[in-house]
């Protein structure tokens, strides 16, 4: 489970990656994929709101059952996200655990809806957690 959900999420940052580069000198335009944006996921700091997405899967359909914003502590609730990002982020999930090849259970995805798109942060299936950084953990 962990190399198919691994694999995933490099495919999906691959994706996320073109699609921010795309007419900015990415690889669409003969430009580099390694860019401001890469160097960010390497390191961590991508900036946006950063929100959890819980989910169940059956039969390979995914339900979003949840999402909560990360808020720095001490700050309380920030409320419930608006009805576009709403949108992005049952996209980006779904499609995540659609090339995981996720087909039940429950799943816990982090995503951070940056000014140049939504990045999957991290994904939790069961008792694995991989990140966009390759980590992976039981």
């Known amino acids: 489970m962990t190399e198919r959900l691994s694999r995933a999420l490099r495919d999906l940052s691959a994706v996320e990656r073109w699609a921010a580069h795309t007419g900015t000198g990415?690889?669409?335009?003969?430009?580099s994929p390694d860019g401001p944006d890469a160097e960010g996921m390497r390191e961590g700091t991508w900036e946006g709101p950063r929100f959890g997405v819980a989910t169940q899967s059956r039969d390979g359909m995914h339900q979003v059952v949840g999402i909560t914003r990360g808020t720095p502590?001490?700050?309380g609730p920030c409320g419930e996200p608006?009805?576009?990002?709403r949108v992005v982020l049952h996209s980006s999930v779904r499609a995540l655990l659609d090339m995981a090849e996720h087909e039940s259970g429950p799943a816990h995805t982090v995503v951070v809806l940056t000014a140049r798109g939504p990045r999957v942060l991290s994904c939790r299936l069961g008792g694995t957690t991989v990140t966009a950084g390759g980590a992976g953990t039981d």
């Open 26 to 31: 990415g690889p669409s335009d003969g430009g």
């Open 82 to 85: 608006a009805e576009a990002d």
């Open 73 to 75: 502590a001490g700050t």
